[in-house]
T-cell receptor, first 115, second 116 residues
């Protein structure tokens, strides 16, 4: 079945450092790909998404590019802030227009940014 | 700002007791999901509904768990009897599926369940 594998954490960085969280997927067809973020005590929030190959999702300084050839969707941010400390989840779902919409999540990567 | 509302936020109960968790999806969303989050298993899909009809509950232990949508504004997840291994955070999420694209899923803040 469809699945997502993401980089294990925890990841600890200093403010203004570069962040990369690796995510690869296994799927039949062309899934939609997502990054969700979870702040302490809260539910998951959509951070960004991409629905087809070579699409780049971006939001709040974060970016991820849908790479079909490497089945990857790595999350990057050039300069992190303390407020970026959270758990980040990579996820996939069936393609846009599909009548199904189950999200499969990776295990999550805990990121801590120190001042 | 529309949001998914879950109650209660925290629940502590003794083994063997019934637990009911409630979710109010965002108005107009036609799909509702229940997820369970634990340190060991991460996020697991328990069940989901489309237009109030259950589409998939294969992730749910059938002998003790049940999920329903009595109406479009309420989804419930019940555990009877509860066991310590059910301790987790349970999330409800809703979205609009269909047409040219699906809306992003919106998650509630979860119910943290502790079974002693």
């Amino acid at each position: 079945g469809d699945s997502v594998t993401q980089m294990e954490g925890p990841v600890t960085l200093s403010e203004e450092a570069f962040l990369t969280i690796n995510c690869t997927y296994t799927a039949t067809g062309y899934p939609s790909l997502f990054w969700y973020v979870q702040y302490p005590g809260e539910g998951l929030q959509l951070l960004l998404k991409a629905t087809k190959a070579d699409d780049k999702g971006s939001n709040k300084g974060f970016e991820a590019t849908y790479r079909k050839e490497t089945t990857s969707f790595h999350l990057e941010k050039g300069s992190v802030q303390v407020s970026d400390s959270a758990v980040y989840f990579c996820a996939l779902s069936d393609p846009v227009g599909s009548n199904d919409y189950k999200l499969s999540f990776g295990a999550g990567t805990t990121v801590t940014v120190r001042a | 700002d529309a949001r998914v509302t879950q109650t209660p936020r925290h629940k502590v109960t003794e083994m063997g007791q019934e637990v009911t968790m409630r979710c109010q999806p965002i108005l107009g969303h036609n799909t509702v999901f229940w997820y369970r989050q634990t340190m060991m298993q991460g996020l697991e899909l328990l069940a989901y509904f489309r237009n109030r009809a259950p589409l998939d509950d294969s992730g749910m232990p059938k002998d003790r768990f049940s999920a329903e949508m009595p109406d479009a504004t309420l989804a419930t997840l019940k555990i009877q009897p509860s066991e310590p291994r059910d301790s987790a955070v349970y999330f409800c999420a809703s979205g609009l599926v269909g047409g040219l694209g699906n809306s992003p899923l919106h998650f509630g803040n979860g119910t943290r369940l502790t079974v002693t």
